[in-house]
Structure formats: structure tokens, C-alpha cells
């Protein structure tokens, strides 16, 4: 584990070859770099403990701060200034741009990619294969699916894409596969089943498609 100058609290469980950024900031009951369940299942047939066993762990990058009680698994990246709020937690082949905010009890499923200047509110759900984009914002309890037909039939897991500048409002729902356009919004408590086109607006149980106020054409200043 390389620390690089980071503060870290003694409480922290840090797993692997994790690298903490420079002016970082670990705090209470943390977990970095825990091992998905792939490495888990080889350093449980070996047996071994997980702090004996060398593998990937996770990198965050600089001036980055780590709120307690959240766990962020193996190969995952983060950029410069991430930070979290409480118990947040991001699963594995995750990939994070710089000056993203992942809030309290945030569930991040693993295989996500998100870029630049990204806020996700507290308690929102993502998924695993999603895509999102710079400068989106993701309102608390917003949820993204990946699966049509759960437990039902074959169905490859795709969850939704939100592109450059898209905004998700409070508990609204977005299913398997849908697009978010660019610059586009959705409704607090909207139920997206079909693409939102760029610069529009959805809204409503299901999500009808608006017109977006001529106010409202900018992108996100996160």
C-alpha cells in the first residue's frame, strides 16, 4: 500500500496494492481495495488471510477524501478531488474521473465508468455497465436498472447511459438500456422506459417528453 503523504485514520482497513493519492483524507471504518469475489474465493482456497494475499486493490487519486464507513473494492480509480459521503460503497472495475461526489449510502455496483465533474446524491443506485458521462447530476434515490426481466429469462445486463450534462432528479427511475440525451433532465419521481432526447425534458409515471425551458439549456455547473 502506498499512502503518499495521506492522512489516514488507524481505524481504515486497507487491502492490496491500493494507492492513496497525495493530501488525501481516510477517515473511520474505512475499506479500501477489499477483494472482489474472484481474488476472495482464491485467498479463501489457499488459506490464506486477505492481508497476506498480493493483488490489485484500488487507486485514489490526490486531495481525495474518504468518508467513514465506506468500502471501495478492487480495481476501482478515481481522479483527482473524489470524494464520499458516509457508507457509500463502489464495486469492483469501476472507473472515476476527477471532482466526483458519490454521497451517503450511494451503491455503485461495479463495471461503471463516470467521468469529470459528476454529483451523485445520497442513496442513488447504479448499477453494473452503466455509462455517465462529465457534468451529470444524480438526485438521492434515484435508482438505474440494468435488467428487464430479473430472474425471469437471459437478459444481458445494460443500464442506462446518462450523457455529458444530463441532470436525474429525486427518486425518479430510469430501466435497462434507456439513454439520457445531452443536457437533457428528468423529472423528480419520473419513470424513464425510452430515450430522452439531448436538451429536453422528461416527466411523469410513464416519463412523457417536454420541451426543456430555454432557461434551463446549459450544462451543470458542478
Given at each position: 500500500?502506498?499512502?503518499?503523504?495521506?492522512r489516514?485514520?488507524?481505524?481504515?482497513?486497507?487491502?492490496?496494492?491500493?494507492?492513496?493519492?497525495?493530501?488525501?483524507?481516510?477517515?473511520?471504518n474505512?475499506i479500501?481495495?477489499?477483494?472482489?469475489f474472484r481474488?476472495?474465493?482464491?485467498?479463501?482456497?489457499?488459506?490464506?488471510?486477505?492481508?497476506?494475499?498480493?493483488?490489485?486493490?484500488?487507486?485514489?487519486?490526490?486531495?481525495s477524501?474518504i468518508?467513514?464507513g465506506?468500502?471501495?473494492?478492487?480495481?476501482?480509480?478515481?481522479?483527482?478531488?473524489?470524494?464520499?459521503?458516509?457508507?457509500?460503497?463502489?464495486?469492483?472495475?469501476?472507473?472515476?474521473?476527477?471532482?466526483?461526489?458519490?454521497?451517503s449510502?450511494?451503491?455503485?455496483?461495479?463495471?461503471?465508468?463516470?467521468?469529470?465533474?459528476?454529483?451523485?446524491?445520497?442513496?442513488?443506485?447504479?448499477?453494473?455497465?452503466?455509462?455517465?458521462?462529465?457534468?451529470?447530476?444524480?438526485?438521492?434515490?434515484?435508482?438505474?436498472?440494468?435488467?428487464?426481466?430479473?430472474?425471469?429469462?437471459?437478459?444481458?445486463?445494460?443500464?442506462?447511459?446518462?450523457?455529458?450534462?444530463?441532470?436525474?432528479?429525486?427518486?425518479?427511475?430510469?430501466?435497462?438500456?434507456?439513454?439520457?440525451?445531452?443536457?437533457?433532465?428528468?423529472?423528480?419521481?419520473?419513470l424513464?422506459?425510452?430515450?430522452?432526447?439531448?436538451?429536453?425534458?422528461?416527466?411523469?409515471?410513464?416519463?412523457?417528453?417536454?420541451?426543456?425551458?430555454?432557461?434551463l439549456?446549459?450544462?451543470?455547473?458542478?
Amino acid at each position: 500500500m502506498d499512502s503518499s503523504a495521506a492522512r489516514i485514520h488507524q481505524s481504515a482497513k486497507i487491502y492490496g496494492s491500493t494507492v492513496i493519492g497525495k493530501n488525501s483524507l481516510v477517515l473511520e471504518n474505512t475499506i479500501l481495495g477489499y477483494p472482489e469475489f474472484r481474488i476472495l474465493k482464491e485467498i479463501m482456497e489457499l488459506g490464506k488471510e486477505i492481508e497476506e494475499h498480493d493483488f490489485q486493490g484500488c487507486i485514489i487519486g490526490p486531495d481525495s477524501a474518504i468518508r467513514p464507513g465506506t468500502t471501495i473494492f478492487s480495481r476501482v480509480k478515481t481522479g483527482r478531488n473524489f470524494k464520499t459521503g458516509h457508507n457509500a460503497m463502489i464495486r469492483e472495475n469501476t472507473e472515476i474521473g476527477d471532482n466526483v461526489l458519490v454521497g451517503s449510502n450511494v451503491i455503485i455496483d461495479g463495471n461503471v465508468k463516470i467521468g469529470n465533474n459528476v454529483s451523485i446524491q445520497g442513496n442513488a443506485y447504479i448499477p453494473t455497465n452503466v455509462l455517465i458521462e462529465d457534468n451529470v447530476f444524480i438526485g438521492p434515490c434515484a435508482v438505474l436498472a440494468n435488467d428487464k426481466y430479473p430472474i425471469r429469462k437471459e437478459y444481458e445486463l445494460k443500464g442506462p447511459v446518462l450523457r455529458k450534462g444530463a441532470s436525474i432528479g429525486a427518486n425518479a427511475t430510469l430501466l435497462p438500456g434507456v439513454e439520457v440525451g445531452e443536457g437533457a433532465m428528468v423529472a423528480g419521481g419520473a419513470l424513464v422506459t425510452k430515450d430522452v432526447p439531448p436538451w429536453s425534458l422528461a416527466i411523469g409515471v410513464p416519463a412523457e417528453i417536454r420541451k426543456l425551458p430555454e432557461d434551463l439549456k446549459k450544462l451543470n455547473r458542478i
